[in-house]
């Protein structure tokens, strides 16, 4: 066999033997809790309600976060205006204009 190929083979060999035992270790790891929770922000866009809608809205309000959290929701039904950086390069592009 030539020895190129043996080294080809050897190669992904020993990756998938040190992937393997570093989830055996892992399994066998008992994770401790520092009771730091940082403060988070749950943002949901929201866009029509499919059959799944309601699930998902109370599934946000029963979260069981240790630390501070804040939830938001926000409906698409207004156009979302263009960033000024987003139009500047584009001279004869029009400018988009929210309902008031």
């Known amino acids: ?3 190129y190929a043996l080294l080809a ?3 992904p060999a020993g ?9 055996w ?8 809790l520092s009771g730091f929770a940082p ?3 749950i943002l949901k866009p929201i866009r029509g309600a499919d ?3 309601y699930e998902a809205i109370r599934t946000q309000a029963q979260i069981d976060y240790p630390g501070p959290f804040e939830s938001s929701s926000e409906s698409a039904t207004k156009p979302i205006p263009p960033s000024p ?11 988009a204009r929210s309902a008031s």
């Open 15 to 23: 990756y998938q033997l040190t992937a393997i035992a570093a989830c």
């Open 39 to 41: 403060a988070v922000s």
């Open 85 to 95: 950086s987003s139009t500047a390069s584009k001279p004869n592009s029009p400018t």
């Open 1 to 3: 066999m030539n020895a």
């Open 25 to 32: 270790k892992r399994l066998g790891f008992e994770q401790k």
């Open 51 to 53: 059959s799944s809608f």
């Open 9 to 11: 083979a050897a190669i």
